[in-house]
């Protein structure tokens, strides 16, 4: 990981925006933005033509909108796609699901913290998911209590590629590892690893759950990568998911 700087494309119709997210992730060691982007048809040409690390792009742009353009850069039909970061400050469902559907391997709120941002990123980078902890939150405590998970068009159904879907295999992955038998959580993840799961499920970043269990930041790390792999998680939205599933997340 030593010496690999991640190249980042900023694509929104905002200057502000753009020089203030140009700002934090140029500030990081591991970073730097290489292309920048005021409209959405401007945005595909430039990232197909320098293929950064991680495409930063806004919903709502002229010419083509955030989410067409994640399609053309990351869609099914893409042979070889990058990876798309959508940060917006539209709150929807429907955004969340149709980003996630053309291949965006994030989605962030443009109020969320400069902390937020740069681990998203970094999450991209690598090929891993992450969604707003708001977001995932809202959406996975609505499948939880009964808001989705039907025979189709509400936000969780398993036919979209959100985190009801995710849901749904992570924990069919952990039921068949556990010879087809639900085990209590208390025997799947050591206390810690727990105590670890909850905040992920709550929305903590790695640096909150740092601060909140008075651990190092490598320590947290550790944890969750072994309750990933104890859950066949492919990520931290997966991670919650289990939680929320099992009834971690009730004080």
């Known amino acids: ?66 989410l067409e353009a994640t399609r053309r850069l990351a869609g099914p039909e893409v042979p070889d796609p990058l990876n798309v970061l959508i940060a917006t400050t539209f709150d929807l469902d429907e955004y969340v699901y149709r980003a996630l559907r053309n291949g965006a391997c994030g989605f962030l709120l443009k109020d969320g913290s400069p902390a937020l941002l740069t681990e998203a990123v970094r999450a991209a980078a690598s090929g891993d998911a992450m969604i707003a902890p708001s977001v ?12 989705g998970g039907g025979s189709g068009a509400g936000p969780g159904s398993v036919d979209q590629p959100g985190p009801g879907a995710r849901r749904s ?35 903590r970043t790695n640096e909150e759950l740092a601060d909140e269990l008075y651990v190092t930041l490598s320590t947290v790390k550790t944890h969750l ?23 971690l997340c009730s004080d």
């Open 169 to 203: 295999k992570a924990a069919a992955r952990h039921h068949r590892a556990q010879g087809g038998q639900r085990a209590p959580a208390e025997e799947v993840l050591t206390p810690r690893e727990l105590d670890v799961v909850r905040l992920v499920a709550r929305g």
């Open 225 to 247: 990568a072994n309750a990933q792999r104890k859950l066949a998680a492919r990520n931290r939205v997966e991670i919650a998911a289990w939680a929320w599933e099992n009834n």
């Open 136 to 147: 995932t939150v809202r959406l996975l405590s609505r499948m939880t209590s009964g808001g």
């Open 1 to 66: 990981m030593g010496g690999m700087t991640i190249r980042l494309l900023i694509a929104d119709d905002q200057e502000m925006v753009r020089s203030a997210f140009r700002m934090i992730l140029n500030s990081q060691p591991d970073m730097e933005v290489v292309a920048e982007a005021a409209d959405g048809v401007e945005a595909v040409e430039q990232a197909q033509k320098l293929r950064p690390d991680v495409c930063l792009l806004d919903i709502r742009m002229p010419g083509l909108d955030g």
